[in-house]
T-cell receptor, first 111, second 113 residues
Framework: RKEVEQDPGPFNVPEGATVAFNCTYS??????FFWYRQDCRKEPKLLMS???SGNEDGRFTAQLNRASQYISLLIRDSKLSDSATYLC????????????FGKGTKLSVIP | GAVVSQHPSWVICKSGTSVKIECRSL??????MFWYRQFPKQSLMLMAT?????????EQGVEKDKFLINHASLTLSTLTVTSAHPEDSSFYIC?????????FGPGTRLTVL
């Protein structure tokens, strides 16, 4: 079974804090990796893709370790608006568009 | 970015009735769309892959005769939940791929009484 595992949280952090989420995946054939954000009762929205070299988008930094099959997301200077569930997502490999989702990590940023 | 719409956004129906959910790609053509289901506090689970002009591919454990998928055009896929029961109550989300990214519809919340 191809799975993506995440710490469900919740992570309750004060505004301005730095928070890190981790994720492991079991499908060694996966080629594409993403972090999605899902607000309560809404659809997932792409936050960022994750590249082997690591990539940054403003306050968000994503890292990928293919050898360990491990993905991380770092959020710096947390804002109230960052409160959401963060989903770790991989593809099914072999050029497939199918995605496998983790259960998500819930973040609550507290004033 | 690409836009995917779903209709209806929520529906309440009686047990035993059928419910049709539409998924449309508004500004691009999608030969492949995906249907997911999400129960409370659970991850999105892929139900089926909808292919334009051909039969859908269902994931293991998903009854193809209960969840009918039709992808008659490059911008529309429909999911019909036949003879719905309370255990089918869930959040149904479709997605379509464009430029190597999957875009999700806003979801349909189905409640079966």
């Amino acid at each position: 079974r191809k799975e993506v595992e995440q710490d469900p949280g919740p992570f309750n952090v004060p505004e301005g804090a730095t928070v890190a989420f981790n994720c492991t995946y079991s499908n060694s054939a996966s080629q594409s990796f993403f972090w999605y954000r899902q607000d309560c009762r809404k659809e997932p929205k792409l936050l960022m893709s994750v590249y082997s070299s690591g990539n940054e988008d403003g306050r968000f930094t994503a890292q990928l370790n293919r050898a360990s099959q491990y993905i991380s997301l770092l959020i710096r200077d947390s804002k109230l608006s960052d409160s959401a569930t963060y989903l770790c997502v991989t593809d099914s490999g072999a050029g497939s568009y199918q995605l496998t989702f983790g259960k998500g990590t819930k973040l609550s940023v507290i004033p | 970015g690409a836009v995917v719409s779903q209709h209806p956004s929520w529906v309440i129906c009686k047990s035993g009735t059928s419910v049709k959910i539409e998924c449309r790609s508004l500004d691009f053509q999608a030969t492949t769309m995906f249907w997911y289901r999400q129960f409370p506090k659970q991850s999105l689970m892929l139900m089926a892959t909808s292919n334009e002009g051909s039969k859908a591919t269902y994931e293991q454990g998903v009854e193809k005769d209960k969840f009918l998928i039709n992808h008659a055009s490059l911008t529309l896929s429909t999911l019909t939940v036949t003879s719905a029961h309370p255990e089918d109550s869930s959040f149904y989300i479709c997605s379509a791929s464009w430029a190597y990214t999957q875009y999700f519809g806003p979801g349909t919340r189905l409640t079966v009484l």
